[in-house]
């Protein structure tokens, strides 16, 4: 027996989602898991599919729900046929799913992230098909705590709802202390002590308010540069506030990094941020997958209290958690954090045994599979 995965959101495009699902995937497989997953056709699709243990199908990517019935016609001719389908989205996999289900008589289980489940706007059509996904759906997988509070409100019964967190590989993230001297040369720096935050360029990731930050950071912490790895629509409104808050000279925008590379700069920096806060037509941040591989690296975090943000960071053991509204609040987790070196490599070394203990993608895999025993879709 297998379990199917429909996952329009896959590599190698880059993205949370993306991560969180090829890697969970990569840990099943490593577990003994006999698992399918069928992807949409994107470039660079073959050569990323030849790296991971597990076969991926890939159909055309259209509309949602020419995408839904290109996934469901590849799902019902896979074989073996799957004892489970896992939907990694509501839509369009879910909609797959409920096709797929019919014909080939398996449950299906929903993964969820974030805000998607909270209603907004007046599409009416949309909120009834992700309620018929959710009511029809033997149980749900939820990245967090809060995404576990969400999928009720759309039919989900709450004992069917299972959080089994997010991870990852600490083994990736050692070798980027080779590339440190390299990159602080390129970047221009010496002695300064480095802030980072990796995200989209988006309003929700805050990168305005640690910028309003800055200069109040700047008082205690002379030395002092702020990078901001990641691209987005708001790049220039952001260059642009620098320059009106007068830190430009402490702001550099990196742009897109290759994953590979991006242990180096967590290596780098001195102190992970990313004040995540709601905002209005974007999803809340679900979990925050970065806080867990600055960890991994040995560094501390600050992150906006909101969305699933408090499971991703443990307060005063893996880093901070402030306001994310508040630029005073920011600057004071900052000062304390790059004026305490003591502290800071507590923070560090706390999330690193953190992931250790209960972050890796194996532990992931392992709530995962508990979680489908649970369901009753598995003997346990």
């Given at each position: 027996?297998?379990?199917?995965?429909?996952?329009?959101?896959?590599?190698?495009?880059?993205?949370?989602?993306?991560?969180?699902?090829?890697?969970?995937?990569?840990?099943?497989?490593?577990?003994?898991?006999?698992?399918?997953?069928?992807?949409?056709?994107?470039?660079?699709?073959?050569?990323?599919?030849?790296?991971?243990?597990?076969?991926?199908?890939?159909?055309?990517?259209?509309?949602?729900?020419?995408?839904?019935?290109?996934?469901?016609t590849a799902a019902v001719n896979v074989t073996p046929r799957p004892e489970a389908i896992i939907a990694t989205k509501w839509s369009p996999e879910g909609v797959a799913a409920i096709l797929a289900r019919k014909r080939?008589?398996?449950?299906?289980?929903?993964?969820?992230?974030?805000?998607?489940?909270?209603?907004?706007?007046?599409?009416?059509?949309?909120?009834?098909?992700?309620?018929?996904?959710?009511?029809?759906?033997?149980?749900?997988?939820?990245?967090?705590?809060?995404?576990?509070?969400?999928?009720?409100?759309?039919?989900?019964?709450?004992?069917?709802?299972?959080?089994?967190?997010?991870?990852?590989?600490?083994?990736?993230?050692?070798?980027?202390?080779?590339?440190?001297?390299?990159?602080?040369?390129?970047?221009?720096?010496?002695d300064e002590k480095v802030i980072l935050t990796v995200s989209r360029l988006v309003a929700r990731k805050g990168q305005d308010m640690v910028m309003g930050a800055l200069a109040q950071v700047r008082m205690a912490v002379?030395?002092?540069?702020?990078?901001?790895?990641?691209?987005?629509?708001?790049?220039?409104?952001?260059?642009?506030?620098?320059?009106?808050?007068?830190?430009?000279?402490?702001?550099?925008?990196?742009?897109?990094?290759?994953?590979?590379?991006?242990?180096?700069?967590?290596?780098?920096?001195?102190?992970?941020?990313?004040?995540?806060?709601?905002?209005?037509?974007?999803?809340?941040?679900?979990?925050?997958?970065?806080?867990?591989?600055?960890?991994?690296?040995?560094?501390?975090?600050?992150?906006?209290?909101?969305?699933?943000?408090?499971?991703?960071?443990?307060?005063?053991?893996?880093?901070?958690?402030?306001?994310?509204?508040?630029?005073?609040?920011?600057?004071?987790?900052?000062?304390?954090?790059?004026?305490?070196?003591?502290?800071?490599?507590?923070?560090?070394?706390?999330?690193?045994?953190?992931?250790?203990?209960?972050?890796?993608?194996?532990?992931?895999?392992?709530?995962?599979?508990?979680?489908?025993?649970?369901?009753?879709?598995?003997?346990?």
């Amino acid at each position: 027996m297998s379990l199917l995965f429909l996952a329009t959101g896959f590599p190698p495009r880059v993205g949370g989602i993306q991560t969180y699902v090829a890697e969970l995937c990569r840990a099943l497989a490593k577990r003994g898991e006999e698992l399918t997953v069928i992807a949409t056709q994107q470039p660079g699709g073959q050569a990323f599919d030849a790296t991971v243990p597990y076969p991926v199908l890939r159909v055309p990517a259209r509309d949602l729900l020419s995408t839904a019935l290109a996934m469901n016609t590849a799902a019902v001719n896979v074989t073996p046929r799957p004892e489970a389908i896992i939907a990694t989205k509501w839509s369009p996999e879910g909609v797959a799913a409920i096709l797929a289900r019919k014909r080939l008589a398996v449950p299906y289980v929903v993964m969820g992230y974030g805000r998607e489940f909270i209603q907004t706007g007046g599409n009416v059509m949309k909120w009834a098909v992700q309620q018929a996904v959710l009511r029809r759906a033997a149980g749900g997988l939820a990245i967090s705590n809060y995404t576990s509070r969400l999928m009720p409100r759309r039919g989900l019964p709450a004992d069917k709802v299972h959080v089994i967190y997010a991870g990852v590989r600490p083994e990736a993230y050692t070798d980027g202390t080779r590339s440190v001297p390299e990159l602080r040369s390129h970047l221009g720096l010496t002695d300064e002590k480095v802030i980072l935050t990796v995200s989209r360029l988006v309003a929700r990731k805050g990168q305005d308010m640690v910028m309003g930050a800055l200069a109040q950071v700047r008082m205690a912490v002379p030395r002092l540069r702020y990078l901001i790895v990641g691209d987005g629509p708001r790049r220039q409104e952001l260059e642009t506030l620098a320059e009106e808050l007068g830190v430009q000279e402490l702001v550099g925008f990196i742009g897109e990094v290759p994953g590979e590379q991006l242990s180096a700069y967590y290596h780098l920096c001195d102190v992970l941020v990313m004040t995540s806060r709601d905002v209005a037509g974007e999803p809340s941040e679900g979990f925050g997958l970065v806080y867990l591989e600055a960890n991994a690296c040995g560094k501390p975090v600050i992150g906006g209290r909101t969305g699933g943000v408090e499971d991703a960071i443990a307060e005063g053991v893996s880093g901070l958690l402030v306001n994310p509204e508040s630029p005073e609040e920011i600057a004071r987790a900052l000062t304390r954090i790059l004026s305490d070196q003591q502290f800071a490599q507590q923070l560090g070394q706390q999330g690193r045994r953190r992931i250790e203990e209960g972050f890796t993608w194996g532990h992931v895999a392992e709530r995962f599979q508990g979680a489908l025993g649970e369901l009753g879709i598995r003997a346990e």
